[in-house]
């Protein structure tokens, strides 16, 4: 068994990144001096053994009276022997055994040349506060000469480093340095449990936002990107700044947030994470209102603050149109797409189709949305719902005694009688209908925390519809609004493998080509895409694409000729997360620019 030897200095992450490179089944994980023993005594490790489970620091507050108390428990070097036993007994399964030790220890005590060796590289200049935190917590510090000792030791047994700014800055760097250091030690990585290790490890060892400013207000569990964009570009700003991340989820918070915030700095960077839609008090009415109540509480902040620039990082797109004080710049980061990425890009498209199904396209609507009731009503008011299968969950606290018309913020004009007609005909159907997909709110309860599980969803919900069915009228979140958000629904349709009809923002489809998909013009009539007034958009999207929708022949012969097709946008949708990066980094740069003059 190949001892792997971990050189760092005292409060330098040395149990964190030696449990980091113990994860794999063929590396012997670390235990406890009185679990070493007890597997010794039953012959083995149990087969249940959970690695990750046993490495979780926020176990040790519970556990243990101090760091230091946890430290000293833990079998180490000198209980090779003891190891090795272990590792017979487990006829010899472990291949590797991975060792933290400090440079005092390192010269006193280790002997064995015939091991492989790296050490924790750290940049003090920026991190040297954080390191004096972990030793007051360890109780434990730089003893005499041990700097000097570390530079001799990496050098004289030519050791590898592993860059521990790396694995701090942000998800994306510390899986790139776990990658690159898994390679050096010939192990499989394994990035979901390297994950889980740091986000505990981070949750009770890491207070890095405070130290840079960087204040975390709320974060929904399934953000793994937009975040970590967010510290990596924020701290590339040399200057004077104060920066805040926020969920828009509850509401109450991002308004407080928005009209109450002592700002201090002269330059404001904020991080807003879902929609800015549905969250004021007043309902968004295309007749009547140019901005949502969200971006008028931020033009109030803006304006609140003359003498103060803000950066405005946000998953909606168009902001720059609706939002157009001089001292606010906004940078578009993906909407809700860009969730769960380490999930979704390992997502099993759906290129397997039923050709036997009866059903043509799928429409799926959870809440009730204006835009949604008036889509569905108009699919059942002109004959086309039945060629589809449709999803719809009524509010359960909404007045079922309520008019149709009522019940929307929308305003009918008279060149729209006959859309009326069949949507108020539509609207009388719904209620008598028993052609809709299974829904129900419980799905919430059941999933709990993880209400947006999307991947969830897709696998026991989703799937089985994609396989049914060759088109999808995609009703996603915002839609009348200028400023539009891009969700997993848009996401799913390209995994799905159907004809995308996409009830959106104005310009959705054309932002859908700039990411590099393809919209299958010749196939999908997209003209609807420029139409602003709500009620002609939705027809247009729906008459003008009535052959794909209810001719099953041509919609079945349109998938099989453009497969390939298929292919290439499943491929794009698992690499969108490079481009909004690219484009967030390049509006950072160009935003840069301009504080500077």
């Known amino acids: 068994m190949q001892n792997v030897i971990i050189l760092y200095m005292p409060g330098h992450a040395g149990n964190f990144v030696a449990r980091l490179f113990s994860l794999t089944d063929d590396t012997m994980p670390l235990l406890s001096q009185h679990y070493l023993q007890h597997c010794i005594e039953s012959g083995g490790i149990p087969s249940d053994f959970n690695r990750l489970n046993r490495y979780k620091f926020s176990h040790v507050p519970e556990e243990f009276d101090n760091w230091q108390q946890f430290h000293n428990s833990y079998a180490d070097f000198n209980n090779w022997p003891h190891y090795n036993l272990l590792n017979i007994f487990s006829k010899e399964k472990f291949s590797r055994i991975v060792f933290p030790l400090h440079p005092h220890e390192f010269i006193a005590n280790f002997s064995n040349s015939d091991s492989e060796f790296y050490y924790v590289d750290l940049d003090l200049d920026r991190w040297g506060s954080w390191v004096d935190t972990q030793q007051e917590k360890l109780n434990f510090y730089y003893r005499d000469n041990e700097h ?5 030791l990496k050098k004289n047994y030519n050791m590898q480093s592993i860059s521990l700014d790396r694995l701090l800055e942000s ?3 510390f899986l790139a340095e776990y990658n690159r250091v898994c390679e050096l030690m010939g192990v499989v990585p394994l990035p979901h449990q390297a994950l889980a290790l740091r986000k505990d490890w981070m949750s009770v060892r890491v207070n890095q936002s405070g130290q840079d400013k960087i204040y975390t207000v709320s ?3 399934y953000d793994d990107f937009a975040y970590d964009l967010f510290v990596d570009l924020v701290k590339s700003y040399p200057k004077d700044r104060e920066a805040y991340y926020l969920w828009s989820n509850p509401p109450q918070t991002l308004n407080a947030f928005l009209t109450h915030a002592p700002f201090s700095s002269s330059t404001i960077f904020i991080g807003t994470k879902d929609s800015l839609e549905g969250w004021g008090e007043e309902t968004f009415n295309w007749w009547h209102n140019r901005q949502l109540d969200l971006e008028k509480i931020i033009s109030a902040m803006v304006k609140k603050h003359p003498d103060k620039n803000f950066v405005l990082f946000a998953g909606m797109e168009n902001l720059d149109i609706t939002l157009s004080e001089p001292n606010l710049y906004i940078i578009p980061w993906g909407g809700e797409l860009v969730n769960q990425r380490s999930s979704y890009i390992e997502l099993k498209p759906v290129m397997e189709k039923n050709f036997q199904s009866k059903k043509t396209f799928i429409c799926l609507n959870r809440n009730s949305r204006d835009h949604r009731i008036v889509a569905l009503s108009y699919l059942f008011g002109s ?9 719809y969950l009524d509010d359960p606290d909404q007045d079922k005694s309520m008019p149709f018309l009522d019940r929307i913020s929308w305003e009918f004009g008279p060149e729209h009688d006959e859309i009326r007609t069949k949507i ?3 609207s009388e159907l719904i209620k008598s209908s028993d052609n809709f997909v299974n829904d129900t709110f419980d799905i919430y309860h059941v999933y709990g925390n993880k209400a947006t599980d999307n991947i969830g969803n897709f696998e026991n919900r989703l799937r089985s519809l994609y396989q049914d069915s060759f088109v999808e009228i995609v009703s996603e979140s915002s839609f009348a609004p200028t400023s539009f958000i891009v969700t997993e629904k848009t996401a799913h349709t390209f995994y799905g493998c159907n004809f995308p009809i996409i009830l959106s923002g104005v310009g959705i489809i054309a932002h859908l080509r700039e990411l590099g998909f393809d919209m299958f ?3 999908v009539d997209h003209s609807y895409d420029t139409i602003a007034n709500p009620f002609d958009r939705i027809v247009s999207a729906i008459e003008s694409n ?6 099953a022949d041509y919609a079945k012969q349109s998938w099989i000729r453009c497969r390939p097709r298929f292919e290439h946008n499943v491929s794009v949708v698992r690499n969108i997360y490079s481009w909004y990066e690219q484009r967030a980094k390049a509006k950072f740069a160009q935003i840069l620019g301009n504080l500077s003059r």
């Not at 004959?383 to 999803?391: Q, Y």
């Not at 009535?546 to 001719?551: A, F």
């Open 219 to 221: 974060r929904p569990h």
């Open 383 to 391: 004959g086309i719902a039945e060629s589809g299968m449709v999803s």
């Open 424 to 426: 108020l005909q539509g």
């Open 171 to 173: 998800q994306r760097s």
């Open 546 to 551: 009535r052959r794909l929708l209810v001719d």
């Open 521 to 523: 013009d010749d196939v």
């Open 148 to 152: 000097q000792q570390f530079r001799d």
